[in-house]
C-alpha cells in the first residue's frame, strides 16, 4: 500500500501551506493558512481574548454548497480547539485556513463528506504547522468502513464507502484523546468500539501501558501511523530548513 | 447598517433551493478588503525611476515575461501553472446535462473564478471583490465568448443531452497578472482536456469510460490568449507580465485578447491614464508575438506529456495483456 | 428643571448582591458551574439552570397535518426551539432529467439497468439488496428529496431580515439531507410513476385501464410477454423546514418535524396518460397513499460543559488522555469537572462547545436491538466511548418517548 504524500510551506503568499495526497481515496488537498491577520469585516464576530478560527473549503470543480458549510463548521470546532487562540498576537485577530480540493472526484450534493474528510483534517494541521500557530497539541485521523460483512477496512476507495454499512471518520490528538467521531450508516455500539481500537492502532500505533505506567509505541502493523507521518513529514522539512546550520555543524 | 434590501454580491446559481450563500457586507468593505497593502511612496519611485532607465526590478525587457512553467496532473486537464510567483490550477471537468431551451444544438461552457485567501491574504474568503469580477469579465471574453471551445461539438442529442464542461480556477499564489496567467492556464487545460465518449444508439446516450474507448479531445476553433500591458511614467513606458509591485505602481492597463491568426477578440483599455492610440496598434503586433510564443510552449508542453500518457497507457495494456 | 431631581430622589442605593437574572448575563459560566455543582454542605442535586437533569431533554409536542396546502406537515415542539416542516411533492418527468437517457457503458451498469428493472420486479425475483442500490441511486443521484432549512427571521436575536443563509441554517440542511440519504428513510418506490405499455396484440382480450396498471406493482403481470413498463417520472419531496423560534438545539427538532412531517406525507395517485402524453393525477383523496418510510430515526443532541473553561483560562498543556483518567478517578470524590447536558439550550450552547449528536433506530417497532443510524462528536475531548456508551443509552431512551409522540400526532 503507498501511504499518503504531503508537502509543506509550498506556496510564498500565504504564512503557512501544505499539500497532502492520499493515493487510496484519490484526493488531493492544498491547504493555506493566514494567521494571526485582521479581520476588519467581522470585527462585531471576534472574540476579545481569543482568536477566530476561520475555515474555508473550496471544491475542485463545482461550486461551495451546503456540504462545504457543514464540513467547515466541523472542521472549525476541532482546530479551534487544538489552536491556543489565546498567545500573544492572538487574541482578536483571525487564524484563516483555506483548504482548495485541487485532485479527486468532487463530492455532489447531499454526499457524504466523511471520505475527504481525515485528509482536510490532515492537510489543515500540517498548514498550521507550518505557518507556526501554537497549538496544544496535535492530531491524526483514521478513515474506516465496516463492510456489509462485518469487516472493518481502512481508507476504503469511494466504491468502497459507498458499498459500506458505515463509515467512521476518527481523530485522535497526540495525547490520546478523542476529538472527534463521524460515524454514518447502520451499526452497533460494540462495532464502533472495534472500529475505535482500530483507528486508535492506525493512528498511534498499538499502545500497550507498560508496567511503569509509561506508553509505549508499538507497530501499528503494516498500516503506517498517521501520527509518525505527520512528525517525519514535519521533520524533514526541519532538516530541508535547517541545512544550511546542519551542514555547518 | 445594512440596507432592508440587502443583496450579496455573487450568486448567479442554477438551483433555487438551498443555494449557499454567504454573508452579505457593505459595498464599501469589499473595496477596502480586496486592496493588497499599498506600496511605500519610495518603493514605487524606486520601481518608476528604474523604469524610466528602461529596468525593471527583475532584470526583464519591458516585453519580456517571467519564465512560465506548466505541468498536468493525473486527471486530463489538470493544469498547473507557474508565472514567476503567480501560481495557478486549473481543473476541467465535464458532464452530461439538458441544454438550454433556447439553444438545443448547444453545449454549455462556464468559467468559474474565486479568490480565495490562499492566493493573498488580502482576499477574503466567500467575498467577492473588483480583481475577481474584472479577471472573470475578461476571461469570459478572451476565451468563452470568442467562442475559442465550439459549444456545438458538445452537443449529443438535440434538445435532450449536451457536454457541460466546467473550468475551475484555484489561485494559489499571486503575485501580478493574474489575467494572463488565467488565461494560459485555461487554454491549456482545454487542450489538454479529454470527455468520455458518448454515442447515441435508440435514444439512448451511452458514455464509455476511459478504459473502454479512448476519450475525446474537445474541439478548439482557436487558441486566443490576453496579454496585459501596463503603462508608466505618463506612457513612456509599457511593459508585459507585471509583478505585483508593478501592478501596483501602474498608472493603466491595456488587455488585448488576440490568437495565432493575429485576429483581436477582445480589447480593453479599462482604466487609469489615458494611452496613446497608437500604442495601441504596436502593442498588438507585441501581443501576437507573445501569444504565439506562448502557444508554441504550450503545445511542446502539452505534446510531451500526452507522449508520455500514451507511453504509459501502452505499458499498461500490455501488462494486462500479459497477466491475461 | 425638576425632573432629573425626581428621577434621582427614589434611587435606591446598589445592592451587593445580584438577582439571579442578572448573574445569569454576566456570569453565565459561573453561573451554571454554581448550579451544576452546588457547594457539598447544602445538599442540594446537580441540577441545570433550567431545571431539568442533565440527562434529562425538554418537554417535547408535535403536531401533524397542520398545513392543508403541503402533502404533509408536522410542527415539533422542543421546550422553546419550534421547527415547521411541509412537505411539498412534485412531478419530475423523466424526459427533463439530462441524466436519464445517458447509460454508462462501464461501471456499476446501473443505469442499465433501470430500463430492465421493470422487468425484473414483475418477475417478483429480484435480490432484496440490488433493490437497495437503485433505491439509492434513484434518490441520491436524481436528487429526488430536496430539504432545505431556513433560520427564520426573528427566531432568536441577531437574525435579521434580508440576510442570506447563515452558514447554520446551510449546514443543518446538509445534515437533514445526508441523514436522509444514509437512513434511506423514504423509499424510491413510492415515489416512481410507472407505466405499463399496453400489449398490442390482437389476442389481447380487453385493454386494461391506467388504473388497474398502476397496481400491478406486486403481482405478477398478466401480460409478462408485452414491453417492460417504464418509469415516466419521478415525485420529488421539497421537505422545507422553517425554525420559528431557535432557543438551543434546533437539530433535534428540525429532524423531528421532518420525520413527522414525511409520516404524514401523502402523495397523490398518479399515472400516465398515453392519449395526453402527460402525468395526470387523482383528486380523490382515497387514492391517495402514505408514504411507506424505513424504520424511525431519532436524533439526540447533547453538549458538554466543562468546569475549567469557568477561569477564563485553560492550561497549555494538556495531560495525556491515560493520566487525565487517571486523575479523574481521583478526583472523582470531589468535584465533577464536566457535564454532558442533553438537549441543550440557547443558553448551554453559548457555554458548551463540545458537541455530540446520536441518531438510533430500534428494529422491529421498538421491540428489536437499538442500531446507531449515526453518531457524532467533535470540539472537546471529554466524549470518549464510555461517555458515548452511555449517551447511546440515554438516545435509545428517548427514542421510545419520541415515538410514543409522534404515534399520537
Known amino acids: 500500500m503507498v501511504g499518503p504524500t504531503a508537502s509543506l510551506s509550498i506556496l510564498s503568499r500565504a504564512d503557512g501551506s501544505a499539500s497532502l495526497k492520499c493515493p487510496t481515496t484519490g484526493y488531493n488537498v492544498l491547504g493555506s493558512v493566514n494567521a494571526p491577520i485582521e479581520l476588519p469585516a467581522r470585527r462585531d464576530a471576534l472574540k476579545p481574548e481569543e482568536a477566530t478560527v476561520e475555515v474555508f473549503v473550496k471544491p475542485g470543480n463545482t461550486t461551495a454548497g451546503v456540504g462545504e458549510r457543514y464540513v467547515e463548521g466541523i472542521l472549525r470546532s476541532v482546530l479551534q480547539k487544538v489552536i491556543l487562540g489565546r498567545e500573544r498576537g492572538f487574541p482578536r485577530r483571525g487564524v484563516v485556513i483555506t483548504l482548495a480540493i485541487i485532485g479527486g472526484d468532487a463530492v455532489e450534493r447531499g454526499d457524504s463528506y466523511l471520505n475527504i474528510l481525515p485528509t482536510l483534517l490532515q492537510v489543515s494541521l500540517l498548514a498550521l504547522l507550518s505557518a507556526a500557530v501554537p497549538m496544544s497539541m496535535t492530531f491524526s485521523t483514521a478513515l474506516l468502513g465496516v463492510t456489509k460483512s462485518g469487516d472493518i477496512i481502512c481508507n476504503p476507495s469511494a466504491a468502497e464507502a459507498k458499498a459500506a454499512s458505515s463509515l467512521h471518520v476518527l481523530a485522535f490528538s497526540s495525547k490520546g484523546h478523542l476529538l472527534l467521531d463521524e460515524s454514518q450508516g447502520r451499526f452497533e455500539f460494540e462495532q464502533w468500539e472495534s472500529v475505535r481500537e482500530r483507528a486508535f492502532s492506525i493512528c498511534r500505533g498499538m499502545a500497550t501501558p507498560g508496567a511503569d505506567g509509561d506508553v509505549t509505541m508499538g507497530d501499528g502493523g503494516d498500516e503506517a501511523r498517521i501520527n509518525g507521518f505527520i512528525c517525519e513529514t514535519v521533520e524533514d522539512h526541519l532538516h530541508r530548513d535547517y541545512s544550511w546550520k546542519i551542514d555547518s555543524a | 447598517m445594512r440596507p432592508a434590501t440587502a443583496k450579496w454580491p455573487k450568486m448567479v446559481q442554477k438551483k433555487t433551493f438551498d443555494r449557499p450563500r454567504r454573508d452579505s457586507s457593505p459595498r464599501c468593505a469589499i473595496r477596502k478588503m480586496s486592496k493588497e497593502a499599498p506600496l511605500s511612496v519610495a518603493e514605487r519611485e524606486f520601481i518608476l525611476e528604474a523604469l524610466r532607465e528602461n529596468v525593471r526590478l527583475d532584470g526583464r525587457g519591458a516585453d519580456q515575461f517571467r519564465s512560465l512553467n506548466l505541468s498536468f496532473g493525473d486527471e486530463y486537464g489538470h493544469v498547473k501553472l507557474q508565472l514567476g510567483k503567480t501560481s495557478i490550477v486549473v481543473r476541467i471537468s465535464s458532464e452530461v446535462t439538458k441544454p438550454r431551451d433556447d439553444r438545443p444544438f448547444d453545449g454549455l461552457f462556464n468559467i468559474n473564478l474565486e479568490l480565495s485567501a490562499m492566493g493573498s491574504p488580502a482576499w477574503e474568503n466567500g467575498r467577492s471583490n473588483e480583481l475577481e469580477a474584472y479577471v472573470t469579465h475578461v476571461l469570459d471574453s478572451v476565451i468563452r465568448r470568442s467562442n475559442a471551445l465550439d459549444t456545438e461539438s458538445l452537443c449529443i442529442l438535440k434538445g435532450v443531452s449536451c457536454w457541460s464542461i466546467r473550468a475551475d480556477v484555484h489561485i494559489l499564489d499571486y503575485d501580478g497578472n493574474l489575467t494572463d496567467a488565467a488565461c494560459i492556464a485555461i487554454m491549456t487545460g482545454l487542450q489538454h482536456f479529454r470527455r468520455p465518449d458518448a454515442v447515441v444508439r435508440d435514444g439512448q446516450v451511452i458514455v464509455y469510460g476511459v478504459e473502454e474507448r479512448v476519450p475525446v479531445a474537445l474541439n478548439i476553433t482557436h487558441k486566443p490568449l490576453s496579454i496585459t500591458f501596463n503603462a508608466f511614467n505618463e506612457g513612456h513606458n509599457i511593459i508585459v507580465d507585471a509583478t505585483r509591485k508593478e501592478e501596483q505602481s501602474s498608472e493603466g492597463e491595456l488587455v488585448i485578447g488576440i490568437n495565432n491568426g493575429g485576429d483581436v477578440c477582445f480589447l480593453s483599455k479599462f482604466s487609469g491614464a489615458p494611452v496613446d492610440a497608437m500604442e495601441v496598434v504596436t502593442r498588438s503586433n507585441v501581443a501576437l508575438e507573445k501569444v504565439k510564443e506562448i502557444n508554441a510552449q504550450v503545445e511542446r508542453v502539452m505534446q510531451a506529456d500526452l507522449a508520455k500518457r500514451a507511453k504509459k497507457g501502452m505499458a499498461e495494456e500490455s501488462r494486462a495483456e500479459n497477466d491475461r | ?409
Open chain 3, 1 to 409: 428643571m425638576a425632573a432629573p431631581e425626581a428621577k434621582v430622589a427614589p434611587s435606591i442605593p446598589p445592592s451587593l448582591s445580584l438577582p439571579p437574572s442578572q448573574f445569569a448575563r454576566l456570569q453565565p459560566h459561573a453561573y451554571l458551574l454554581a448550579h451544576l455543582s452546588p457547594p457539598p454542605a447544602s445538599n442540594q442535586p446537580s441540577i441545570r439552570a433550567n431545571g431539568r437533569a442533565p440527562s434529562q431533554f425538554r418537554v417535547t409536542s408535535a403536531n401533524a397535518g397542520s398545513l392543508t396546502h403541503t402533502n404533509g406537515s408536522a410542527v415539533v415542539r422542543i421546550g422553546d426551539t419550534a421547527a415547521v416542516c411541509g412537505v411539498r411533492a412534485e412531478l419530475l418527468h423523466t424526459e427533463d432529467i439530462a441524466s436519464w437517457s445517458v447509460s454508462q457503458a462501464s461501471g456499476s451498469h446501473k443505469r442499465r439497468r433501470l430500463a430492465d428493472l421493470g422487468k425484473k420486479s414483475a418477475e417478483e425475483d429480484e435480490e432484496d439488496e440490488e433493490d437497495d442500490e437503485e433505491d439509492r441511486a434513484h434518490i441520491e443521484d436524481l436528487n429526488l428529496l430536496v430539504p432545505n432549512l431556513s433560520l427564520s427571521t426573528g427566531c432568536a436575536p441577531g437574525f435579521i431580515p434580508g440576510a442570506p443563509p447563515s452558514a447554520l441554517a446551510q449546514s443543518l440542511s446538509h445534515q437533514i439531507l445526508s441523514l436522509l440519504h444514509s437512513t434511506r428513510l423514504v423509499r424510491a418506490d413510492d415515489l416512481r410513476i410507472w407505466y405499463q405499455p399496453p400489449n398490442l396484440g390482437p389476442e389481447e382480450p380487453e385493454r386494461h385501464n391506467e388504473d388497474e396498471q398502476m397496481d400491478m406493482d406486486a403481482e405478477h403481470s398478466p401480460t409478462s410477454e408485452s414491453k417492460p413498463r417504464e418509469i415516466k417520472a419521478f415525485w420529488v419531496l421539497y421537505i422545507d423546514v422553517m425554525i420559528i423560534s431557535l432557543a438551543g438545539n434546533p437539530f433535534d427538532a428540525a429532524w423531528a418535524a421532518v420525520l413527522a412531517a414525511l409520516r404524514d406525507t401523502k402523495l397523490p395517485k398518479a399515472w400516465w396518460d398515453v392519449d395526453n402524453e402527460t402525468i395526470l393525477c387523482s383528486d380523490n383523496i382515497s387514492d391517495a397513499r402514505k408514504l411507506c418510510l424505513r424504520g424511525l430515526p431519532v436524533a439526540s443532541s447533547f453538549g458538554v460543559f466543562e468546569a475549567d473553561a469557568a477561569a477564563g483560562w485553560r492550561p497549555n498543556v494538556i495531560p495525556d488522555a491515560e493520566e487525565q483518567k487517571a486523575q479523574d478517578q481521583k478526583r472523582k470524590k470531589g468535584s465533577q469537572q464536566s457535564w454532558i447536558l442533553a438537549d441543550p439550550d440557547g443558553y448551554e450552547e453559548g457555554l458548551s462547545q463540545e458537541r455530540a449528536c446520536i441518531v438510533v433506530d430500534k428494529e422491529q417497532g421498538g421491540k428489536g436491538k437499538t442500531v446507531i443510524m449515526k453518531m457524532e462528536k467533535h470540539g472537546g475531548w471529554t466524549v470518549d466511548t464510555e461517555e458515548l456508551r452511555q449517551l447511546v443509552d440515554i438516545s435509545a431512551r428517548r427514542w421510545d418517548e419520541m415515538k410514543r409522540m409522534l404515534d399520537q400526532c
